[in-house]
């Protein structure tokens, strides 16, 4: 094994030793792996599913000074919130049980790897791609008492979430120059950025948007080529095995992408008489994506998820499950076919707490 391909191999590990001190915050993607609705909180551990398995990320959270319980003031017309410190009151008038929402600012990061399909498959191709980020979070830790939530006065107090990161992706691939006949190979890196905004209004719905700017490159573009080796030939048709690297030039594009999600929760149900609540949710969603200089491509879908927990109850938070959807793409040549998909992301401590209960 080569000194290149045991270095892959052991950041690899790193990454997924490392994975198990942070924080998954994605809730629901589209079928390219894009953010649908990210939910940003503090003190969780999941782990990514997917049906096409070409990447690992895990996204963490650590908190800028002290956690902030917010209060309704018991004040008449007085509709600001109060804040507290670790659970003592900072003002006498504060009503403890008008208590509200529970926030923090966080540090946001995030590391992954990604192309691992065939790269795990194949020792000597295994060159992936990997993914380093970091950025502000303002997380939403709890909700509680929705009847006091939703009867402010002032609406702009409604419970949120915001984050904006920075990240690169460093990527690994062999470019034949066709000009040349020669082959290299070539660690282009790409830089991002994505803002990203969620407000719920209710517990029944929220509103999700984020905008996401890369200096990429078009590797994606580019065709691939194989080793004129066939495998099987005959009049007909030509086996030459996996793909080798991608043929051209690489070229330096700025790619855009905006997003607007609109989750619809509806309340958990038991399954079969049994303690096992299912909280449900709907989400409907719209992208709009590209590179500058070119025909951007429209993408709507539809994505179904059952929840680990729900925020419906008292001193409740969102943690994510596993669900299905659905989308479609239109580019320059027309509407795609549906894609259909399954993602979702296990709650680990959520789960734990279940299996602890039910031993109890």
Known sequence: MSNSILKNKLILLLLLILSGNLFAQQVAVDSKGKDIFDFYKAKSLSIPISNSNNSFQVTGTANIGRGIQYFVSA???????????????????????????????????????????????????????????????????????WSNIETLSNKLLHPS????????KFD???????????????HPITAGALIGYTVFPSKWIAFSASLNYE????????????KNNP???????????????????????NFFRERLSIP??????HIFHSEQVLPPVIIPY??????????????????????????????????????????????SNGWSSANI?????????????HTKGKKS
């Open 341 to 353: 998909f399954v993602a979702g992301s296990v709650d680990i401590f959520t789960f734990f707490a």
């Open 215 to 226: 200096r990429n490159w078009n590797t994606s573009n580019l065709k691939t080529f194989q």
């Open 231 to 253: 495998y099987y030939t005959n009049t007909d048709i030509i086996s030459l095995g996996d793909f080798v690297g991608r043929l051209g030039d690489l070229k330096k594009q």
């Open 161 to 168: 979430t915001f984050n904006v990161n920075i990240y690169a």
């Open 75 to 145: 004040i008449p017309n007085d509709s600001i919130h109060i804040s507290t410190v670790n659970g003592k009151q900072i003002y006498p008038h504060i009503d403890s049980l008008k208590f509200t929402v529970s926030k923090s600012n966080a540090v946001n990061w995030t590391i992954g790897v990604s192309n691992l399909g065939k790269n795990l498959a194949r020792i000597s191709t295994f060159h992936p791609t990997y993914i380093i980020g970091i950025g502000y979070a303002n997380t939403l830790d709890a909700f509680n008492n």
């Open 286 to 331: 719209y992208c709009n994506f590209g590179n500058a200089n070119t025909q951007f491509s429209h993408q709507v879908g539809l994505f179904f998820s059952i929840l680990s927990k729900s925020h419906h109850e008292n001193n409740s938070t969102i943690s994510p499950g596993a669900g299905v959807g659905v989308d479609w793409i239109k580019s």
């Open 264 to 269: 619809i929760f509806f309340p958990p149900f």
């Open 172 to 186: 690994n691939v062999i470019i034949y120059d066709t000009l040349v006949k020669d082959q290299s190979r070539k």
